[in-house]
């Protein structure tokens, strides 16, 4: 780890911020065209889901540098009301917001790497990866 | 923020050139609605050539955009939806089949054309 920073999301319009901010980090890492989409796209979703769901929180970013490979790491952590059933919203089509229910599914098919720790009444942190090829 | 809708002959053209926010996407979905329905336009082409990302919100309001004019009479096409947007949009597990698209603008008026029969 040689760099962090986090995107607080507090409004609609953090959501773009956060994407924004990740993809300039993407690019910076070295991702092409597709994963920078794919990274922005990942972190659009994640920064909705806070929005939506526990109002307040934050998205970080990593750039990840190990001896053999680069990538870039994004943490989505809130202080929310948890996800109960967290196998339940790891299946396609599940949302409880009326939306597409692309979701988190969705997020875990964009990157490499997915990890979800959430407690009830306390928040969710979501950690993602995606490893430079 | 307001996405400019241009009016051409019986169609509405549509270029966004702007990273669209949620608030920018459904503000556009009610003037465009409301543009149909003020000039009678028969055909819309939106094209998304300088979209760099598509989310699943932003698609479910442009889907959902298509499946509304349809419902007032008027038919939308997509156009110029680039190669990292489709490919993170089947990942996303998004295929918008029902949603009629055409490589470019040009296409995709070619296409209203064939579809209203004119």
Known sequence: M?????????????IVGARQLGRDIA????????????????????ARNIYLYAGTGKVCFEAL??????GIAIVAIDNGPGIQEISQVMEDGFST?????????????????????SEEGKGTEIRVVKWLR | MRIPILKLHNYLLISIQIDLDDQTAIQFQEDLLSKIHEN????????LTSVDIID??????????????????????????????????????IHMQDVPTALDLEQGLIKLRQELEE
């Open chain 2, 40 to 47: 009678g336009a028969s055909g819309v082409v939106i094209d």
């Open chain 1, 65 to 70: 540098e190990e001896i053999d490979h680069k």
């Open chain 1, 2 to 14: 040689d760099f962090q920073s986090c995107v607080n999301i507090k409004k609609e319009w953090d």
């Open chain 1, 27 to 46: 690019r910076k890492i070295g991702f092409g065209t597709v994963d920078q989409a794919r990274i922005a796209t990942a972190i659009s979703e994640l």
């Open chain 2, 56 to 93: 699943s919100f932003i698609a479910k309001v442009l889907g959902d955009v298509v499946t509304m004019s349809d419902l007032m009479g008027a038919k939308v096409v997509l156009t110029g939806i680039q190669p990292a947007v489709a490919m993170t949009l089947i990942d996303l597990g």
């Open chain 1, 97 to 117: 917001s009326g939306g597409l229910g692309a979701g988190l599914p969705g997020v875990k098919r964009l990157m490499d790497e997915f990890n979800i720790h």
